[in-house]
T-cell receptor, first 114, second 107 residues
């Protein structure tokens, strides 16, 4: 099993450019999450999904869109990148079975917007 | 006030010392996670707790649901334990994270 795979690992964008971050998991997990991690702050939830075809806003959703067309994939899109979106992005997944499912994280995507 | 508070924010200790990291939360939860993040690295799940205590090697995690508090203990600390330890609580289908405790173990 590969677990949770994020692509790309690194990316540099110019202000106004767009891109899509891909998160793929092979554990048949229902729940998937996108977080951003900034210095001095905890991981902040951008968007999440509790199943195929469903998405919901998290704590900091502005400037991002997501899609969950297939259960194994959760895409994070930046339509018009801004320097404030420079961050490390983590995807995570888990089973909805509370007592038996740890979190699984991808290795992160380091995004710089100039 | 953050929903999840960790203390201390930074901790430096000598190799072999007993380490305690604390996590307090203010929301109703169904589970609490302890995570480890090495510099420049990914995030690894250490424990998931909904009650009581769990032990894995030199790591012990406890939770007191009534007091909304959890602790992560490391016995016989080693330089390879140096990392950021993050507490996260799961409630209302979402995870909320603490800001992490940066642990440095000096040989």
């Amino acid at each position: 099993n590969a677990g949770v795979t994020q692509t790309p690992k690194f990316r540099v964008l110019k202000t106004g450019q767009s891109m899509t971050l891909l998160c793929a998991q092979d554990m048949n997990h229902e729940y998937m999450y996108w977080y951003r991690q900034d210095p001095g702050m905890g991981l902040r939830l951008i968007h999440y999904s509790v199943g195929e075809g469903t998405t919901a806003k998290g704590e900091v959703p502005d400037g991002y869109n997501v899609s969950r067309l297939k259960k194994q994939n959760f895409l994070l899109g930046l339509e018009s990148a801004a320097p404030s979106q420079t961050s490390v992005y983590f995807c995570a997944s888990r089973s909805p079975r509370i007592n038996s499912s740890p979190l699984h994280f991808g290795n992160g995507t380091r995004l710089t917007v100039t | 006030k953050n929903e999840v508070e960790q203390s201390p924010q930074n901790l430096t200790a000598q190799e072999g010392e007993f380490i305690t990291i604390n996590c307090s939360y203010s929301v109703g939860i169904s589970a609490l996670h302890w995570l480890q993040q090495h510099p420049g690295g990914g995030i690894v799940s250490l424990f998931m707790l909904s009650s009581g205590k769990k032990k894995h090697g030199r790591l012990i995690a406890t939770i007191n649901i009534q007091e909304k508090h959890s602790s992560l203990h490391i016995t016989a600390s080693h330089p390879r334990d140096s990392a950021v330890y993050i507490c996260a609580v799961f409630g209302n289908e979402k995870l909320t994270f603490g800001t992490g405790t940066r642990l440095t173990i000096i040989p």
